[in-house]
Each structure stands twice: as structure tokens, then as C-alpha cells.
């Protein structure tokens, strides 16, 4: 048994548990009619936290976690997939990924622990997030194929930011850049427009497209 004091009593302290042959302070307020200062110690009180409504929390917190993270990673790997950089975003994609798979696991759990299912209205707000999840990491995956794909030999295409870094594209894309032939020098090259690789023999000749 546990003690479950009226709530027009003051809060006992955490943890407070009388001792046997305790009576209540006669200055207290007399309990509402019916209540019932002790009950079976597997009955919830209020303010109470049940093991199912702490995984119902968690499922909650995991889920709108790994929504934000893994739309974040996507969305950045997307933008970024022509760069190098752009493989960095894929650790926000796996960290969100584990989230929302921790916040199913926690669902799960908190089901079995009698939490009640999700309403109509939480139950589109997850399929909207999942949909989202869905398509951004299909996005971001095709967008880094492709990146990885892209040709930078003879007939690729290039684009040169304000920073003078060539950057390759795909040559539906817009670019400014083609790649018309390979040399051994720059002297080589017709307009004096090419880029040079990390070796020296390997130079492309671009000219204007």
C-alpha cells in the first residue's frame, strides 16, 4: 500500500512515506468524502510517471529528433552533393535514422506498457514526418550519386564560383564550362582556359559553353 494524500493537503515531500501508526496533522483540511488515504502500490497517482508513459515521452522526443535531424542532413547533402563537403551531411542523416528508429522502438514499448494509441491527429503528424523522411533521403542519395557519377575528363561540364574554385556539373545543368580535349601543358590549351589536376601531366582545355 501507498500513501495518497487529498489534494486539498499541502504536497508531502518527495519521497515521503508515513511510518506505521501515523495520523495525519488534525489542522489539515478533512479529506473530500470517499478518498482514500492509501491505495494498492501499482495504482497511478497524479503527478505520477508510469514506465509506459516514460517511453511514450521518449518515443515523442526521439521521433521529432530524428525528423529534424535527418530532414537537416538531407536537405544539406542535397545542396551541397556537387562539393566535397557534401558527403559530411550523410553522419546528420544516420544520426536521425537511429532516432527514428529509437522512437519506434520506445512506441512500441510504451504500447505494451497499456499507453493508448496515437490519436487521428498525432498519427498524420507521423506519417507526414515519415513522408518527409522518406523523400528528402531519396533525394539526397540520387543527388549523390549522380554527384559521385559526374564526368571530369573530356566533355564534362564546370562551373567556377566567386572564390575561382571549378566546380563539376552535370551538362544539363547550368555551367559555364566544357571540356574539349587533355594535354600534357596549359600552352596546349586554345584561349588559355583549362584546369589542371593533381598531377602534372593531366590538364584539361575548357572552352566556353
Known amino acids: 500500500m501507498k500513501f495518497n494524500p487529498p489534494p486539498n493537503w499541502p504536497a508531502p515531500p518527495e519521497g515521503f512515506t508515513p511510518e506505521p501508526g501515523w495520523t495525519p496533522d488534525p489542522t489539515l483540511p478533512a479529506p473530500p468524502p470517499g478518498w482514500q488515504l492509501w491505495v494498492e502500490d501499482d495504482t497511478v497517482l497524479p503527478g505520477e510517471t508510469t514506465e509506459a508513459t516514460r517511453h511514450y515521452k521518449q518515443a515523442t ?3 521529432l529528433v530524428g525528423v529534424g535531424v535527418f530532414l537537416a542532413g538531407a536537405i544539406s547533402t542535397i545542396v ?3 562539393s566535397n563537403s557534401g558527403v559530411i551531411w550523410w553522419g546528420g542523416m544516420i544520426v536521425g535514422a537511429i532516432a527514428l528508429v529509437r522512437a519506434f522502438t520506445e512506441y512500441r514499448a510504451a504500447r505494451k506498457g497499456g499507453a493508448p494509441d496515437l490519436s487521428g491527429l498525432a498519427k ?17 542519395a540520387s543527388s549523390f550519386v549522380a554527384a559521385e557519377s559526374l564526368e571530369t575528363g573530356v566533355g564534362s561540364c564546370w562551373t ?5 574554385m571549378a566546380e563539376a556539373v552535370g551538362c544539363d545543368s547550368e555551367h559555364q564550362f566544357k571540356a574539349i580535349s587533355e594535354v600534357s601543358t596549359p600552352e596546349e590549351c586554345p584561349d588559355d582556359l583549362y584546369l589542371e589536376a593533381d598531377a602534372e601531366s ?5 572552352q566556353e559553353d
Open 160 to 164: 567556377v564560383d566567386e572564390d575561382g
Open 61 to 63: 522526443t526521439s521521433f
Open 202 to 206: 593531366d590538364v584539361l582545355c575548357l
Open 80 to 82: 551541397t552533393s556537387n
Open 124 to 140: 498524420g503528424a507521423v506519417a507526414v514526418g515519415v513522408v518527409a523522411v522518406l523523400g528528402t533521403g531519396v533525394g539526397a
